[in-house]
């Protein structure tokens, strides 16, 4: 059974940073899609980024380049979401998705995140940045 598990979220004051952690079992393939979700309350879901775990080649969406960073540890099934320079507008429930399917390019082209293709999801890890 897959299992999705975000961790790692809190309250910051502007101008900090967090490291937001996913934990993923139950795959018994080594090839998947991970991406990183925001929901704003009142908000669309937003895909931030996502990695094609086999090779470690991303896709940053163009609004958190410079901010946000994804990336994996291969040895713990664990995929990370570096924050730095926060800001109150970064309140959100941010979530991991994960998928086998659709490939390499499908993941690293961010056809994946841009259509939410993703089979399994997390339940969330909120964060809340104050002024």
């Known amino acids: 059974r897959v299992q999705v598990t975000e961790s790692g979220g809190g309250s910051v004051e502007a101008g900090g940073s967090l490291r937001l952690s996913c934990a993923v079992s139950g795959f018994t393939d080594n090839r998947l899609c991970m991406g990183w979700y925001r929901k704003v309350e009142g908000k669309e879901r937003e895909g931030i980024a996502s990695?094609?775990?086999?090779?470690?080649?991303?896709y940053n969406a163009d609004s958190w380049k410079g901010r946000f960073t994804i990336s994996q540890d291969k040895d713990k099934n664990t995929l990370y979401l570096q924050m730095t320079d926060l800001k109150p507008d970064d309140t959100a429930l941010y979530y991991c998705a994960a998928d086998r399917s659709g490939g390499e390019y499908h993941c690293t082209g961010g056809f994946a995140l841009g259509q939410s293709d993703f089979r399994y999801w997390g339940h969330g890890t909120q964060v809340i940045v104050s002024s």
């Open positions: 990695i094609y775990t086999d090779n470690g080649d991303t």
